[in-house]
């Protein structure tokens, strides 16, 4: 079986492409000429390609020592990062990461739990922008963001996904709308009502959409709204009921004006995941963080549907979905 290529040789393997020559390269690598040049051989030997070629010029790559020079220096970086995080872990964890999220996954658990990893490493920074899945998505691969955090329909090809929390879905309404003593509702039963579309063009409006087309209606949107604190509170207005998250939605409830009604649809649990790019691209700072928040969704918490009354929340009808 090949042997995995280790550290020391790619770094002298670089030298000798910088330096273009075994003998100034020895001497940067305090090495005597024979000893580079026969660990050079044994690497060719080893992957089974020249790597290198004599030229009137100097020392040059070959195409595959070319390939493997550019690897080589990306594999060398990411050590040296992961040198300078862990000497960072030693004096307890420090450093910045960045976090893109939903908009639901905010309105939820996503800020408690950062806080109290904050608490935990009061010297990491976290950076916590609001975004939508698509835009979540591109900024992790893109680099401009450590980590995502959003609903799992989002097409999450070429990421790495762990599970995160789940929430229901649910009818929000004024406490004196006609349907707000049922016990659960379907979507076709809510599609004649007037209501309030959150966050139009995103993914629970899509969705929505989708089902009503299936079922041969489209809803009948009085307004729209940016926001769910904006929905609850048209919605306990009596301006017209909105599908939105039990636990986003669950605050409002306190002062008695708005029901939630659990909507009756195999599609109404949604289930949210962490996204980050493969190791080694993302940083172990990164990965600190996500495991945090992994362990503070563990089944040990109350589940996503767990009626309010259960969770420290109080007031308004909150049936368990």
């Known amino acids: 079986m090949t042997r995995p290529l280790d550290p020391i040789s790619l770094q002298h393997f670089i030298s000798v492409c910088e330096e273009r020559s075994i003998a100034r390269a020895a001497a940067r690598e305090s090495l005597v000429p024979s000893a580079l040049s026969k660990r050079m051989a044994a690497l060719e030997s080893e992957l089974g390609l020249p790597l290198l070629v004599r030229r009137r010029n100097g020392i040059e790559p070959t195409p595959a020592g070319q390939a493997l020079l550019a690897r080589a220096r990306e594999v060398l970086g990411a050590l040296d990062q992961l040198r300078v995080e862990l000497d960072a872990f030693a004096q307890g964890a420090q450093g910045n990461v960045r976090v893109l999220a939903s908009p639901s996954v905010l309105a939820e658990d996503l800020p408690d739990d950062i806080a109290v990893f904050l608490e935990l490493h009061p010297a990491v920074r976290v950076s916590l922008d609001e975004r939508y899945s698509r835009e979540i998505v591109q900024g992790v691969r893109e680099g401009i963001a450590d980590l995502g955090v959003l609903w799992d329909l989002a097409d999450l090809s070429g990421l790495q996904a762990v599970p995160y929390r789940r929430d229901r879905l649910c009818v929000a309404m004024a406490a004196t709308h006609p349907l707000a003593r ?38 009948t949107h009085r307004m729209q709204v940016g926001t769910f604190e904006a929905a609850c509170r048209l919605v306990a207005a009596g301006l017209g009921l909105a599908i939105l998250p039990r636990e986003a939605a669950a605050p409002y409830t306190g002062a008695g004006r708005l029901a939630l009604v659990p909507l009756d649809e195999p599609w109404a649990e949604r ?36 009626p309010a009354s259960k969770r420290g929340q109080s007031g308004g009808r909150t049936s368990n979905p």
């Open 182 to 219: 049922r016990e659960s509702l379907t979507l076709a039963q809510t599609l004649a009502h007037p209501s309030i579309n959150v966050s139009p063009g995103g993914q629970m409006d899509q969705l929505v959409r989708r089902h009503a087309a299936l079922l041969g209606v489209l809803p």
């Open 271 to 306: 289930r949210f995941v962490i996204v980050a790019r493969p190791a080694p691209l993302s940083s172990s700072l990164a990965r600190l963080l996500a495991d945090h928040l992994c362990a503070a969704a563990s089944p040990r918490r109350p589940p996503a549907g767990e």
